[in-house]
C-alpha cells in the first residue's frame, strides 16, 4: 500500500521571490537550524537547480516504528528545481532515510502571482510487509509536522525580507 500526502499555503510573494529565497543558501541554512543537525549542496544555477539537504530530526514515532529506523532519523532530501513559466516553479522531490525501508516521492509547485501557492504532493511507501501500511500514516504525519515548521520559517523569511 502507498500513502498520499498533501500539503499546501500561500505566501505573499511572488513565486519567483519564493523560489529564490527556497534556493537561498542562507535560507538553507536556516531549514537546517530547525532540525538537531545537517548540511546542504546545490547544482547548477536558476532556473534549473538540485538542491541535497541532508538532516538529522527527532520524530514521534510509534515504537514499533522505532525499532527499525531509531529515536533521531537521518533525513536526505533532494530536490530539481525548473522554472515552466513566469509565474511557475516546480521541483521532483525525494525524500530517503538511510536504514530505513521508506520510500517518499513528489512534487513542489510555486504557482501564483503577488501571492504564491505551495502545494507539496507525495507518494510515501514503508517497504516492510503486513507492517508498511500500518506504518504509513505516522510517516505522512511526521512529515506534516516538519512541514509546518518550514511554511513557517517561510513566512517569517518572507515577511521580514518584504518589509
Known amino acids: 500500500m502507498v500513502a498520499d500526502l498533501s500539503y499546501g499555503f500561500s505566501l505573499p510573494a511572488t513565486p519567483k521571490t519564493v ?3 527556497l534556493t537561498n543558501p542562507d535560507f538553507l541554512s536556516r531549514k537546517i537550524e530547525l532540525a ?10 536558476a532556473p534549473e537547480l538540485r538542491i541535497e539537504v541532508t538532516r538529522t530530526v527527532t520524530a514521534d514515532l510509534p515504537s514499533m516504528v522505532r525499532k ?8 536526505k532530501e533532494t530536490q530539481n528545481w525548473k522554472q515552466l513559466g513566469t509565474d511557475l516553479y516546480q521541483a521532483d522531490f525525494g525524500l530517503k532515510i538511510p ?12 504557482s501564483g502571482s503577488n501571492q504564491t501557492d505551495v502545494s507539496i504532493t507525495a507518494k510515501v511507501k514503508v517497504n516492510v510487509p503486513i507492517f508498511g501500511a500500518s506504518a504509513e500514516p505516522h510517516v505522512v504525519e511526521t512529515i506534516k509536522k516538519v512541514l509546518l515548521d518550514e511554511q513557517n520559517l517561510c513566512r517569517d523569511w518572507v515577511t521580514t525580507k518584504n518589509n
Open 68 to 75: 527499525f529506523v531509531g529515536e533521531k532519523l537521518i533525513v
Open 36 to 45: 538537531q543537525s545537517g548540511e546542504y549542496n546545490t547544482a547548477g544555477s
Open 99 to 110: 536504514n530505513a525501508p521508506v520510500d517518499i516521492a513528489g512534487l513542489i509547485s510555486l
Open 19 to 21: 523560489f529564490e529565497m
